[in-house]
């Protein structure tokens, strides 16, 4: 059985990493081999190198470090972003959760890292904020609790309020007059 879940990790369709408890990569599947660049023997080898000191960006160490922490106490971690660095150099987003592996006595033997690359999600996403940015038209957006959270630079020029001034002010009690608050709002609503 512990052969059929090593074959279904090595194949999945995501890359999977998993460490011991002192760091080192111990498990490195076929999908984390095609999204990084490195094979199984340049992070594993004799001796497992680090990841967190080997294949995460200076400025994600502390933070990645934490949820790997927090994981060997039992707490577990779901939807975290953070880069990799790739064989090439270049960085890539990493979406993972990050489970608890313990042995067949229930003592914590590492982490495992399922993940999901996030990377042309978040290069589109900016790409989408720079065009409404840019956009020729007065853009504004509001959160559930109609808190703005987009104001784009015709919106600045249209009302003189910079992002600054109306981020996270409630759209509608502090920009809308009174005569169409109730209107307005209720559009939102």
């Given at each position: ?6 074959r ?19 498990v ?24 967190v000191?080997e294949f995460i960006?200076?400025?994600?160490k502390?933070s990645?470090?934490?949820?790997f922490?927090?994981a060997l ?18 960085r890539?987003q ?9 042995d067949?006595?229930?003592t ?5 890292g ?6 042309a999600?978040?290069?589109q ?5 720079r ?5 020729n ?7 559930v609790?109609g ?9 600045i020029r ?5 992002a600054?001034d109306?981020?996270g ?13 109730d209107s ?6």
């Amino acid at each position: 059985q512990e052969q059929e879940y090593a074959r279904l990790i090595d194949a999945a369709n995501a890359p999977i990493f998993g460490i011991d408890v002192e760091g080192s990569v111990n498990v490195w599947n076929q999908c984390a081999i095609r999204l990084t660049g490195f094979d199984a023997g340049d992070v594993m080898g004799k001796m497992g190198k680090h990841l967190v000191n080997e294949f995460i960006t200076d400025d994600y160490k502390d933070s990645v470090q934490g949820v790997f922490t927090k994981a060997l106490n039992g707490e577990e971690t779901a939807n975290f972003e953070f880069p990799l660095v790739t064989k090439a150099g270049t960085r890539v987003q990493v979406l993972l959760n990050a489970t608890t592996r313990r042995d067949e006595k229930n003592t914590v033997i590492g982490v495992v890292g399922i993940g999901q690359d996030i990377t042309a999600r978040m290069a589109q996403e900016q790409e989408y904020a720079r065009l409404i940015d840019a956009a020729n038209a007065p853009i504004f957006g509001i959160d559930v609790e109609g808190s703005v959270n987009v104001w784009n630079q015709c919106a600045i020029r249209l009302t003189g309020f910079d992002a600054g001034d109306v981020m996270g002010k409630h759209l509608v009690n502090e920009f809308i007059t009174d005569d169409y608050k109730d209107s307005v709002q209720g559009v939102f609503t």
